[in-house]
């Protein structure tokens, strides 16, 4: 068994943001399994469904990001599954749009959810699939970057390498780590994509 949150914020008003992109991931491994994201459980909208003979969980948490540690935890609990086979996928100030790094562990390099889960679970030790929103241009707000919408020169690198990051997560469940490094952390924004630190807050609870 498997579990897979993609990170995100809750609400219409952050459906299309840069810190969004996991929840994107999730819906299209939802789609590849053939299941919905309409139940609710543990602070989360979930999903079951089989990839490569693997149970698969796929779960959007519904607390803001700072607080992702409380759902990934309770679900975590329920399942009694070890956090090497929790894939946590999350946006990425440091890598360009949509390039994607994998790797297990490590610290959280700023972002929020990813802390949030770490202390939840008391160790570092789940997966990442890291997939980039690139940076703000000089002088602009870091915050209104990662909250803002993708421009429409982005979109079409945004939808594929969310494709691309469903990949990843196939191949890291069917293939392992290794693999799946291997074939994604490679500085390969110059082949195509494949189709196959401010903080922000609203009613006192971090969204970023």
Same mark, same amino acid.
């Given at each position: ?21 996991? @929840? ?39 607390? @803001? ?5 409380? %759902?990934? @935890?309770?679900? #975590? #609990? ?47 030790? @789940?997966?990442? +699939? ?34 691309? %990051? ?13 693999? %799946?490094?291997? /074939?994604?952390? +490679? /500085?390969? %924004?110059? /082949? ?12 006192? /609870?971090?969204?970023?």
């Amino acid at each position: 068994m498997w579990m897979v949150v993609g990170l995100g914020n809750p609400g219409a008003e952050y459906a299309g943001s840069r810190h969004n992109v996991g @929840f994107l991931v999730v819906e299209e491994l939802a789609d590849r399994v053939g299941a919905a994201l309409t139940r609710r459980r543990h602070s989360s909208l979930f999903a079951r469904g089989i990839m490569h003979g693997e149970e698969l969980v796929l779960l959007k948490p519904l607390t @803001f990001m700072n607080e992702s540690g409380r %759902a990934v @935890f309770g679900w #975590q #609990q329920a399942l009694g599954i070890e956090p090497s086979r929790i894939i946590v996928i999350h946006d990425d100030l440091d890598l360009p749009t949509s390039r994607l790094r994998i790797k297990s562990g490590g610290g959280h390099g700023g972002h929020k959810g990813v802390r949030s889960i770490a202390e939840a679970l008391g160790c570092a030790d @789940f997966l990442r +699939v890291r997939v980039g929103i690139g940076r703000p241009h000089p002088g602009h707000d870091p915050v209104a970057h990662v909250l803002g919408s993708f421009g429409d020169a982005e979109q079409q690198a945004v939808e594929a390498g969310a494709e691309q %990051a469903a990949d990843a997560v196939e191949t890291l469940v069917r293939d392992g780590l290794r693999a %799946a490094m291997n /074939r994604y952390n +490679v /500085r390969a %924004a110059r /082949r195509p994509v494949s189709k196959a630190g401010t903080e922000g807050d609203r009613e006192g /609870r971090e969204l970023v």
